[in-house]
T-cell receptor, first 116, second 116 residues
Framework: DADVTQTPRNRITKTGKRIMLECSQT?????MYWYRQDPGLGLRLIYY???????NKGEISDGYSVSRQAQAKFSLSLESAIPNQTALYFC???????????????FGPGTRLLVL | KNQVEQSPQSLIILEGKNCTLQ??????????LRWYKQDTGRGPVSLTI?????NTKSNGRYTATLDADTKQSSLHITASQLSDSASYIC???????????????FGTGTQLKVEL
């Protein structure tokens, strides 16, 4: 979905390097998420943010940090990359409305990260 | 622990044929179940959503069914096309008091390939 963009789309880095993955959205959604996808596993939540000043850990936050610079931007950082962080990373937004329980998540195209 | 299991893991069918993908879940209480389609190199895109009170939902050639008593869902694809080749992911959201978009449980997906 072109409304959610991720940069870079592919990245190769070395163990110990710090890298940042960026996500931008034009949907005007308050809620944003970072997931990783590994072969044979379902998408797993790393961090999420329900508003600009709100940051929450997900299921697998160790080794990661995030920054919500504005409503439209949510960045994921790997402070010191390690090989088992090799994965496909997805950013998502959701159209939450209070009182509704059917919010839809809209995913970006993903960033393929290889840590050597 | 909440789980979502999908079967088969992979499937190959001929163009024009029908197929059915299965999803079993243990999430309880349960709010809604969504099927996503993920094309290679892209992020997941929502196909259908069903609440606990719905039995079936269609989106073109895609028809999802839900049996909340047995905690099973299926996605039926009619008259398959080459463009249906993708991973299909079942995602379950817990009950309204159990959290929002940060509490989704993702299945590992069924990889479908449609051949000529």
């Amino acid at each position: 979905d072109a409304d959610v963009t991720q940069t870079p789309r592919n990245r190769i880095t070395k163990t110990g390097k710090r890298i940042m993955l960026e996500c931008s959205q034009t949907k005007g959604h308050d809620r944003m998420y970072w997931y990783r996808q590994d072969p044979g596993l379902g998408l797993r939540l790393i961090y999420y943010s329900f508003d600009v000043k709100d940051i929450n850990k997900g299921e697998i936050s160790d080794g990661y940090s995030v920054s919500r610079q504005a409503q439209a931007k949510f960045s994921l950082s790997l402070e010191s990359a390690i090989p088992n962080q090799t994965a496909l990373y997805f950013c998502a937004t959701s159209d939450f409305t209070p009182g509704q329980f059917s919010e839809t998540q809209y995913f970006g195209p993903g960033t393929r990260l290889l840590v050597l | 622990k909440n789980q979502v299991e999908q079967s088969p893991q992979s499937l190959i069918i001929l163009e024009g044929k029908n197929c059915t993908l299965q999803c079993n879940y243990t999430v309880s209480p349960f709010s809604n179940l969504r099927w996503y389609k993920q094309d290679t190199g892209r992020g997941p895109v929502s196909l259908t959503i069903m609440t606990f009170s719905e039995n079936t939902k269609s989106n073109g050639r895609y028809t999802a069914t839900l049996d909340a008593d047995t905690k099973q869902s299926s996605l039926h694809i009619t008259a398959s096309q080459l463009s249906d080749s993708a991973s299909y992911i079942c995602v379950v959201r817990p009950g309204p008091l159990e959290g929002g978009g940060n509490k989704l449980t993702f299945g590992t997906g069924t990889q479908l390939k449609v051949e000529l």
